[in-house]
């Protein structure tokens, strides 16, 4: 249908309308495919993730990456963060228009060089020149993101409860070092968030992510929810949610809430609690078919609860019991389910009253579309369903062709001359 000038017309029509969840995603940690060169591996998960149609992932920047991404890679050793977030394999996911976030599990190498000692856990390490050092590496990282400011970057740790209890938060609550562990851990949080904020990056946001709410807890023990995150500024609380699946979807629901209460009573933001994994084996849970179940159900508590970002565990199965897709590249049924649950469009009625002056077709799209107006475009500025630019241009003439084919699956908005149009990517 054309512009016809600034006629107002009422329409009775059958649209499509896509419910898209942006705020699910794949984490990417390490796994194999048969036949695939370890040297390439990083670039040719990047594609199957791409498939899946997340818009957020979540990569480790670690010491230790190479021997986990590489199968067996040597140490990296005098690197810092920002040198491995520009490495080409690294930065091909970073900079990878289909990702609107990237979650990263970053650890510093002014506290963890050498891949085995675990400095960020001592307290006594925390001398004016190990914190300068820390906070300046995450200082220069947020600054090396804030150039793609069409993008959201989130920096996290991993499991910290694990970290802190040898290891193992569920099976040891009587680790002998926890107790200084979490106070070393407690530092290193507040490092991280003050070199973080020197950077003045808006796009890069700092969280902490904890795994543990019950089992220490009723046990009297410290916990990372109640003994660190009161005492540092964050804009995320990522929970590693396996104490509340684990049990049943309806448990998980019981305990965001839980974890919501708390931070209220802390002072903190209770809706920006993110669930960092949620991840079902198979073997675990009895078959293909349970682990897929479970996960549609999790995922249908995320999205009741609008928790702004979960994180599936994991892309590739590691060796093969969890994962997205198999080591031959296959996806699995959790893969399928994720999938299906990233994008669903239904077709409506619809009774509406449009004052047109702007056309993008075709819509729905996947790959070229045009857009017309009866007087020049001017900018045009296309935002994701989270509000972000992903796109800026201008124009003089009156029609502009724009390829979509590299936006992920979703409901987009086209402003032009003042107006907003949805656009639909298949």
């Known amino acids: 249908?054309?512009?016809?000038?600034?006629?107002?017309?009422?329409?009775?029509?059958?649209?499509?309308?896509?419910?898209c969840h942006t705020n699910i995603g794949?984490?990417?940690?390490?796994?194999q495919l048969n036949g695939v060169d370890t040297s390439v591996i990083i670039p040719t998960?990047?594609?199957?993730a791409d498939s899946l149609a997340v818009n957020t992932i979540r990569i480790a920047l670690v010491s230790n990456d190479d021997a986990v991404y590489k199968n067996g890679g040597p140490c990296l050793l005098g690197m810092n963060l920002t040198?491995?977030?520009?490495?080409?394999?690294?930065?091909?996911?970073?900079?990878?228009?289909?990702f609107s976030t990237v979650i990263f599990t970053a650890y510093d190498w002014a506290s963890f060089a050498d891949c085995n000692t675990q400095n960020f856990l001592d307290s006594t390490f925390y001398t004016p020149t190990n914190i300068a050092a820390i906070e300046l590496e995450f200082t220069n990282f947020a600054t090396y993101l804030k150039q793609y400011t069409n993008k959201k970057f989130i920096i996290t740790n991993w499991e910290g409860d694990n970290a802190v209890y040898c290891g193992a938060a569920y099976s040891d609550p009587n680790c002998p070092s926890a107790p200084a562990n979490i106070v070393g851990f407690k530092k290193w949080m507040m490092a991280r968030s003050a070199g973080i904020s020197a950077a003045n990056a808006p796009n890069v946001k700092f969280g902490i992510e904890f795994c543990n709410i019950h089992s220490l807890e009723n046990l009297g023990k410290p916990t990372i929810l109640n003994n660190v995150i009161p005492y540092v500024n964050a804009d995320y609380y990522l929970y590693s949610a396996y104490e509340s699946f684990n049990i049943s979807a309806n448990q998980l629901a019981i305990d965001i809430d839980f974890v919501r209460n708390k931070l209220v009573g802390f002072g903190k933001n209770p809706n920006a609690l993110l669930i960092g994994e949620m991840g079902f084996g198979k073997n675990d849970w009895g078959s293909a078919t349970n682990a897929a179940d479970s996960l549609q159900n999790t995922i249908d508590v995320v999205i009741q609860k609008q928790i702004p970002y979960a994180i599936a565990w994991t892309l590739i199965d590691t060796p093969s019991n969890f994962g997205m897709y198999d080591p031959m590249g296959l996806i699995t049924a959790q893969g399928t389910i994720l999938k299906n649950s990233i994008c669903q469009t239904t077709a409506v009625n619809s009774f509406h009253n449009i004052e047109i002056k702007l056309k993008i077709y075709p819509n729905p799209s996947n790959n070229n579309i045009k857009i017309e107006s009866n007087t020049e475009l001017g900018g045009i500025t296309i935002y994701n369903s989270l509000g972000e630019i992903i796109l800026q241009t201008k124009s003089r003439n009156q029609q502009?062709?724009?390829?979509?084919?590299?936006?992920a699956s979703g409901i987009y908005t086209v402003q032009a001359q003042n107006n907003f149009i949805h656009l639909i990517k298949e």
Do not use: H
């Open 400 to 407: 502009e062709q724009i390829d979509i084919s590299k936006f």
């Open 26 to 31: 794949v984490y990417y940690w390490g796994g």
């Open 45 to 48: 998960a990047e594609k199957l």
């Open 83 to 98: 040198a491995l977030a520009s490495r080409p394999d690294f930065n091909a996911i970073i900079t990878d228009p289909k």
């Open 1 to 19: 249908m054309k512009y016809i000038g600034l006629l107002s017309l009422l329409f009775f029509s059958k649209i499509l309308v896509a419910q």
